[in-house]
T-cell receptor, first 111, second 118 residues
């Protein structure tokens, strides 16, 4: 079964506050990808991390891949209302041609 | 870019009928396509992995005779929900990747198909 968990499930923040979502897999991932899904929309690719311990930044977003390649995090600095949506991590289990999505973290930003 | 389309975007059908959903990669060849189902306020659940020219691999608990997947060309995969029932109502999303393994390549998602079975 699919074994990629994310916490928290929901997060409500005031605009300008920071936000972090954590992704944990029970098995090693060859890489991890992050997606954002706006309400009523489909997942949109944000970034892919491949190397153990890798850190990547996209403007206010910082992505990390754990040393053991079983966990990852997405941190948003100074949230804006445009950050509203559900953030999913996803990754392939080693040697398997399939992707498993995390349970998602729904972010709500109050103006 | 890498664009994936789905058709139809919305479908309402009567219980017992079959519904076909198309997933097309418009500007690249997709050796692997994935089909997901998403219920309200839940995550995407992988249903099956489809490789061009071969049989789809279904996830545990997904009935292959109910959800027929065909990946006849490098740009088209179809999902047919046979004898649909109200519990099949969901948001069905396909994605496509460019390489055979799929594991090193980004998935590009279609816009999804909302199915409502009455």
């Amino acid at each position: 079964g699919q074994q990629v968990m994310q916490i928290p499930q929901y997060q409500h923040v005031q605009e300008g506050e920071d936000f972090t979502t954590y992704c944990n897999s029970s098995t090693t991932l060859s890489n991890i990808q992050w997606y954002k899904q706006r309400p009523g929309g489909h997942p949109v690719f944000l970034i892919q991390l491949v190397k153990s311990g890798e850190v990547k930044k996209q403007k206010r977003l910082t992505f990390q891949f754990g040393e053991a390649k079983k966990n990852s995090s997405l941190h948003i600095t100074a949230t804006q209302t445009t950050d509203v949506g559900t953030y999913f991590c996803a990754g392939p289990v080693y040697n398997f041609n399939k992707f498993y999505f995390g349970s998602g973290t729904k972010l709500n930003v109050k103006p | 870019g890498a664009v994936v389309s789905q058709h139809p975007s919305w479908v309402i059908c009567k219980s017992g009928t079959s519904v076909k959903i198309e997933c097309r990669s418009l500007d690249f060849q997709a050796t692997t396509m994935f089909w997901y189902r998403q219920f309200p306020k839940q995550s995407l659940m992988l249903m099956a992995t489809s490789n061009e020219g071969s049989k789809a691999t279904y996830e545990q608990g997904v009935e292959k005779d109910k959800f027929l997947i065909n990946h006849a060309s490098l740009t088209l995969s179809t999902l047919t929900v046979t004898s649909a029932h109200p519990e099949d109502s969901s948001f069905y999303i396909c994605s496509a990747s460019k390489y055979q393994t799929g594991s090193e390549e980004t998935q590009y998602f279609g816009p999804g198909t909302r199915l409502l079975v009455l």
